[in-house]
């Protein structure tokens, strides 16, 4: 079936000689598309540049319903980038966002709310200069739509428990945080994108708090792949 969609490129991988294999997150949810002889065409309508980790498109294509990969005839740039593609940093942030993403979002039927949340931050991140604890922010919030955003049933309870994705009184056993790392993970969940500057995390803050989210989603998401990018990332915010 013809249908037109926003997508949200995950992933891109060249195969064979001339082929590539996409996966998209769409307006109608996970997608995987065969783009065959991208590489060799010299058609307008299709280009391999549009398939760059986390390009916002428009596309036009084939869906079916039999287990194969899906095709595209037609796709266009909904958004252009304009800062991201010149920003070291904010490129790194783009690459390990795909990595999260394409490990974390499996469901292929459609949430409109997942993919308006990441339309409109993906844009914010480009058009923003403050974006030191995007990241942060981004994996935090993600969680609302993946379904195991934290609970708070005391802001002033003295511990986090990762497992059950609590605030209690009673220490956890296993996998908490407390203390500093606990205020910082206070701090980021009463806060919004527009305020993002005005969180002021040392750089050892910011690499706990990153640490214990990847953590998070380890713990809740059975399968979830630590990115391999996470390094690159920590070492930029140094």
């Known amino acids: 079936m013809l249908e037109k969609t926003k997508a949200i490129v995950l992933t891109s991988i060249k195969y064979a000689d001339a082929d590539l294999i996409v996966k998209c997150y769409t307006e109608m949810g996970i997608k995987t598309y065969m783009l065959k002889r991208i590489f060799k065409s010299k058609s307008n309508k299709l280009k391999v540049a549009y398939f760059q980790p986390l390009t916002l498109l428009e596309i036009t294509a084939n869906h079916n319903n039999k287990g194969n990969l899906n095709s595209i005839r037609e796709a266009r740039i909904s958004f252009f980038y304009t800062s991201i593609p010149n920003n070291i940093i904010k490129q790194t942030i783009v690459i390990f966002l795909s990595e999260v993403l394409s490990s974390a979002i499996r469901e292929e039927d459609e949430n409109l709310s997942l993919f308006n949340y990441l339309n409109t931050t ?4 480009d058009t923003h200069h403050h974006t030191v604890n995007f990241h942060l922010l981004f994996l935090l919030n993600l969680t609302k739509h993946l379904g195991f955003y934290p609970k708070i049933i005391k802001k002033e309870s003295r511990y986090f428990n990762l497992e059950e994705g609590v605030f209690t009184d009673l220490k956890p056993m296993y996998n908490y945080i407390f203390g ?40 809740h998401l059975p399968g979830f792949k630590r990115p391999k990018s996470l390094s690159v990332l920590k070492d930029i915010y140094k």
């Open 122 to 125: 993906l844009q914010w991140l």
């Open 180 to 219: 500093e790392n606990l205020n910082t993970l206070k701090t980021l969940i009463g806060t919004n994108f527009d305020v993002l500057e005005k969180l002021k995390f040392n750089a050892k803050s910011r690499q706990m708090i990153l640490e214990f989210l990847i953590s998070y989603y380890e713990l």
